[in-house]
């Protein structure tokens, strides 16, 4: 909520939220997400197994439907923490910052 707050005083511009639908479920029990749902729209990626739940407090813009890869951004900082192969996954722009500031290593 803070960052998304602080975003919109710097660059004044209304911001969306991007996440897989596994996270929509989970969305009441974020951090000050009532709050945070008053400041941003979601897109949300629909992803297999995780149902789209209409009652959620996330104001969703929109669902994506298409699927490129199942995976998770967990998934990834896994991967990455156990020297994992994750350059198909990323941007090499992505990896080399990454890897540069040493992220999800530990």
Same mark, same amino acid.
């Given at each position: ?10 660059? *004044?511009?209304?911001?969306?939220? =991007?996440?897989? %639908? ?5 969305? @009441? /029990? ?9 400041? =941003?729209?979601? =897109? ?10 209409? =009652?959620? !407090? #996330?104001?969703?813009?929109?669902? !994506?439907?298409?699927?490129?890869? *199942?995976?998770? &951004? %967990?998934?990834?900082?896994? %991967?990455?923490? /156990? *020297? @994992?192969?994750? %350059?198909?996954? !990323? &941007?090499? @722009?992505? !990896?080399?910052?990454? /890897?540069? #500031?040493?992220?999800?290593? *530990?």
């Amino acid at each position: 909520h803070d960052t998304v707050i602080e975003l919109k005083k710097r660059f *004044n511009h209304d911001f969306l939220w =991007i996440c897989g %639908s596994d996270c929509v479920k989970e969305f @009441e /029990n974020w951090y000050r997400a009532q709050d945070l749902a008053k400041e =941003i729209k979601f =897109i949300v990626y629909d992803r297999k197994g995780f149902r789209v739940n209409s =009652i959620s !407090l #996330m104001r969703i813009e929109k669902v !994506l439907d298409h699927r490129p890869d *199942n995976i998770s &951004s %967990s998934q990834i900082r896994a %991967s990455i923490k /156990n *020297n @994992e192969d994750v %350059s198909k996954l !990323l &941007s090499k @722009e992505v !990896l080399g910052y990454l /890897n540069k #500031m040493e992220l999800y290593k *530990n």
